[in-house]
């Protein structure tokens, strides 16, 4: 039996609570096509930012540790897909679209620049007189305008919905700046759930990590209250943290955390009277988000994750050598463009010097950022 885009809007409008957003109401893409007829719009979306080079690329761009650090931690598109799957089970609980919220998930860190956020913080200083960079709005200028795969568009041609919830992609890190996506209203209930599904896994897994690699010590946990609280609900006594054990814990983290936002989110839902996606938007506050408590918890455990794990010598020189690394290939291309690869002179000519610059830097993974460091700076490296 095949089953038509139609039949999977009908069962939208059957299964999705009323302020989900159905794919037959999307407001369109920029540049008008023909709809498939075996999928929606929003799964449409998911699948281009699947099949894009950027997606690829996030393989070897950083979480915490860089990928010469071990081949089990997590990097930028191991943790994209741990999103997506947060996000989804989410939207699912709460009569969200699915498919929208998977899309965004899969495609919120596109623009992150190699080695995490030492890397978006150097590129945001170099780029400071000339029109800034932030990986959320580099993320919209890769599917808008950098992705190459259509031969009558630049970009992807996502969807409004799709681009206005990258845009105001918002977490503790990341601050949204919707420029032209009706600034005035709120994330939609889709977006809401992949900004809280991404500060879920990157507080879940920076901790995974950083216990697996050491830098973390479970004794120095003792006493925090979401910790002691996942201990106790697991039943461990705190002495041996075996893989087993550490899986456990940050299995139950997860799950006690996404069991209260669920309930929290319910009851705002409930309270507000929400009857359409743009209801959700106009209200004065998010819907989504975890309760009072829950969230003192989570601000306990960041804390300390910032001082342990980010400020930990081992993680703050990588942190200091990518900040380096970047800003002298930034100072050689910008002052002696002869260096840059032929294929750029379109794109200085199309988006000036410094920005065709930042692109391509943003662009790279963190091993071909330091393989093209050795080349521009080792003598014994072939250019």
């Not at 997506?84 to 699915?98: H, T």
């Not at 990258?166 to 990341?174: G, R």
Request: aromatic share 6%; with cysteine.
């Amino acid at each position: 039996m095949l089953i038509h885009r139609a039949a999977m809007e009908d069962h939208e409008n059957l299964t999705l609570a009323p302020y989900g957003i159905r794919s037959s109401a999307s407001q369109g893409r920029l540049h008008p096509e023909p709809e498939a007829q075996d999928r929606t719009c929003f799964q449409r979306d998911r699948a281009r930012v699947l099949h894009t080079t950027a997606f690829r690329r996030l393989e070897y761009k950083t979480q915490v540790f860089v990928n010469s650090e071990g081949d089990y931690y997590r990097t930028r598109l191991t943790h994209t897909l741990e999103v997506a799957q947060l996000g989804r089970s989410m939207a699912r609980s709460l009569g969200a679209n699915e498919d929208l919220v998977e899309a965004i998930c899969l495609a919120h860190d596109l623009g992150h620049p190699p080695f995490g956020h030492a890397g978006e913080r150097v590129l945001q200083r170099l780029m400071a007189a000339h029109g800034n960079f932030d990986h959320n709005r580099q993320t919209l200028r890769i599917v808008t305008t950098l992705e190459e795969r259509y031969e009558n568009f630049r970009g992807l041609n996502l969807t409004w919905e799709m681009r206005e919830g990258l845009v105001k992609h918002e977490t503790e890190y990341d601050q949204a700046d919707a420029g032209e996506y009706n600034p005035e209203l709120r994330a939609s209930l889709e977006a809401q759930i992949a900004n809280v599904a991404d500060e879920l896994a990157y507080t879940a897994h920076d901790l995974d990590d950083g216990l697996r690699a050491g830098l973390l010590q479970p004794a120095a946990l003792s006493g925090q209250a979401l910790w002691e609280k996942v201990r106790a609900a697991i039943r461990w006594d705190g002495r041996d943290l075996t893989d087993l054990n550490r899986h456990r814990m940050i299995r139950r983290l997860i799950g006690v955390q996404i069991q209260d936002l669920v309930e929290t989110t319910e009851g705002a839902l409930l309270r507000s009277g929400a009857s359409s996606p743009l209801h959700i938007q106009q209200l004065s506050t998010n819907v989504v988000d975890w309760s009072a408590p829950m969230q003192a918890m989570q601000t306990e455990l960041k804390s300390h994750l910032r001082e342990e794990l980010f400020q930990h010598h081992r993680v703050a020189r990588m942190a200091e050598k990518a900040a380096r690394f970047i800003a002298e290939m930034f100072e050689v291309f910008t002052k002696s463009p002869n260096q840059l690869p032929g294929e750029l002179s379109s794109a200085i000519a199309q988006h000036g010097l410094e920005r065709a610059v930042c692109d391509y830097i943003a662009g790279m993974t963190d091993r071909f950022a330091l393989e093209e460091y050795a080349r521009l700076f080792d003598p014994h490296t072939r250019p």
